[in-house]
């Protein structure tokens, strides 16, 4: 992990926590063919954590609960390296 001068973690940490994070999750969900499309964005600027997810995939598990467990997994991994 990269950190910063004061020992927090760097932006780039951040984005790259949270986008393995959420592509984990649905990666989890899902084998990789069945994906037709994804797309994380992570955004992470003066200490606001934006994740997008948006899932092109087969009704089930249903596409949209799946984007949010990985919106939830991203945040929660960043909040992991937060606290460490």
């Known amino acids: 992990m990269t950190t910063t001068d004061?020992?927090?973690p760097s932006d780039e940490?951040?984005?790259e926590a949270?986008?393995?994070a959420a592509?984990?999750?649905i990666?989890?969900?899902y084998k990789q063919?069945?994906?037709t499309d994804l797309d994380v964005t992570v955004r992470f600027e003066d200490?606001?954590?934006e994740v997008d997810v948006y899932l092109n995939a087969p009704d089930a598990p249903d596409p949209e609960a799946v984007a949010n467990e990985a919106v939830e997994a991203a945040e929660n991994a960043v909040d992991?390296?937060?606290e460490n």
Request: net charge negative; hydrophobic share 45%.
């Open 6 to 8: 004061d020992s927090e």
């Open 33 to 35: 063919s069945e994906v």
């Open 18 to 20: 949270a986008s393995d």
């Open 80 to 82: 992991e390296l937060f």
């Open 13 to 15: 940490a951040v984005i």
């Open 23 to 25: 592509e984990g999750v």
């Open 47 to 49: 200490g606001l954590l």
């Open 27 to 29: 990666l989890s969900r």
